[in-house]
């Protein structure tokens, strides 16, 4: 079977990472004094990337130690496609990729393959890394990302970290996992959805990208190198992961900490730590997290009154589940009906 293979040079100012969308597409370029914008089309791929700069609020920083690259790609790949990510230490970066996929795909790391579930993916890695990373995606899927590039330098300049953890240690190995939080998800998909076409629609973008940052910093300078080694245990990671789907599957009562502990096999102490390092949450705060965002999406939606959304997240008292609403997004839940009768 043929496989499609694009080689993609980690550095955000070369030529080359552009050649991914250009070489041999039907390509339309539309240039906005924010983002440049391409739409291309062959008989492999269908998509489109945004790229768009900007500059980290650092006063002390060069113009280039503070300048953030983000890209947004959205691919539906028509036969079997690998993506390879070469390395350039030109000039040094930290990435974040956050990437949907519809369908299972492939990371390759010295011919080993290791599988990661169809859903919401962050990665973490440096264009300093010496070895190429590679995801190998089946035909006729469906992949969504954002590209987040940040020098490495600003880093170092503002983020007062553990001196063990990942972001004191860039040259460790590429982090891989499956911790994305509901409110991390609608942050990135915040960016996705942006057309950044209005002043107001680039201010949300940039607050919604500062958010991310921050929130992905505060996780990372949790995770030490140990961690990091034990994060790519694929047998820890599927456990954990049957854990997180117990943990959901009803989200009027969670399970105990020994029953998530039982399921993943682990002690409850073991359990509880692995869980955070994951998630970068605790499991409590995690469960919250995901109610509040159904809460959130349910009136936003006009699905259902608030007494009804309380009742169905299992939460008895009308008053306690307001109090914790407010407490999550800064306003009442009434406040998201109003609007919506006001229109």
Do not use: C
Request: glycine share 2%; net charge neutral; charged share 20%.
């Amino acid at each position: 079977m043929k496989v499609n293979t694009y080689d993609i040079l980690l550095n955000p100012t070369a030529k080359s990472f552009g050649d991914f969308i250009s070489l041999h597409d039907t390509t339309q370029m539309e240039i906005r004094e924010n983002q440049i914008i391409y739409q291309f089309e062959n008989e492999n791929k269908i998509g489109s990337l945004s790229v768009m700069k900007f500059q980290l609020p650092m006063l002390a920083l060069s113009q280039e130690e503070k300048e953030i690259y983000v890209f947004k790609s959205h691919y539906f790949f028509q036969l079997e496609t690998l993506l390879r990510y070469l390395p350039d230490p030109t000039q040094q970066y930290l990435i974040l990729f956050y990437l949907s996929s519809n369908s299972d795909f492939k990371e390759i790391d010295n011919e080993r393959y290791s599988i990661h579930k169809k859903g919401d993916w962050i990665i973490a890695t440096s264009n300093s890394n010496p070895k190429p990373y590679s995801l190998l995606f089946s035909k006729n899927t469906e992949f969504r990302g954002v590209s987040i590039f940040i020098p490495i330098i600003g880093i170092q300049s503002f983020i007062n970290a553990p001196e063990e953890s990942y972001l004191k240690h860039f040259e460790e190995p590429v982090l891989v996992y499956d911790s994305v939080s509901p409110r991390t998800r609608t942050l990135f998909e915040s960016l996705m959805s942006n057309s950044m076409k209005t002043f107001w629609e680039m201010m949300d973008f940039q607050e919604n990208l500062y958010a991310i940052l921050k929130t992905i910093f505060d996780q990372l300078s949790q995770n030490n190198t140990n961690a990091i080694k034990y994060l790519l245990k694929k047998g820890d990671l599927e456990a954990i992961t049957r854990a997180r789907t117990l943990l959901l599957k009803d989200v009027t009562q969670p399970p105990t900490i020994q029953q998530l502990a039982t399921e993943a096999a682990m002690s409850p102490t073991k359990f509880k730590s692995t869980f955070k390092k994951v998630y970068g949450e605790s499991v409590y705060q995690y469960f919250l997290q995901y109610r509040m965002e159904l809460a959130h999406k349910w009136l936003t939606d006009n699905k259902m009154n608030i007494s009804t959304i309380a009742h169905q997240l299992g939460y008895k008292n009308l008053t306690h589940f307001s109090r914790i609403f407010k407490e999550y997004f800064g306003e009442l839940p009434s406040k998201y009906q109003q609007t919506s009768k006001a229109l």
